[in-house]
């Protein structure tokens, strides 16, 4: 299994942007696709996770952040609203299937003030 991260890049405070994990290989629908960020000195944190039909999240990105998964695609994104500049991070797509885990690259996410 494969993870491509796309979709990062500078935004204002408030707005929007979308990132997309491709995946190469077989991700089941019953497996966990989440999303982890890193902001500089700090560790790595988890973001949100989808597993079969249900959706979690850290309590900072409830209600701005959505995660899905397109089947036919085979991609799990990650649509961020209402950004803050305390959500500047590089963000990082997370795969585990049956006892094994993947990471892809990161995608960096600046937000200004």
């Known amino acids: 299994v494969q993870l491509q991260a796309s979709g990062g890049g500078l935004v204002q405070a408030g707005g929007s942007l979308r990132l997309s994990c491709a995946v190469s290989?077989?991700?089941?629908?019953?497996?966990?696709m989440s999303w982890h960020r890193q902001a500089p000195g700090e560790q790595r944190e988890w973001v949100a996770s989808i597993r079969g039909g249900s959706t979690y999240y850290t309590d900072s990105v409830k209600g701005r952040f959505t995660i899905s998964r397109d089947n036919a695609k085979n991609t799990v994104d990650l649509q961020m609203n209402g950004l803050k500049p305390e959500d500047t991070a590089v963000y990082y797509c997370?795969?585990?299937?049956?006892?094994?885990?993947?990471w892809g690259q990161g995608t960096q996410v600046t937000v200004s003030s």
């Open positions: 997370y795969a585990y299937s049956r006892g094994n885990f993947f």
């Open positions: 290989g077989t991700i089941l629908n019953s497996d966990t």
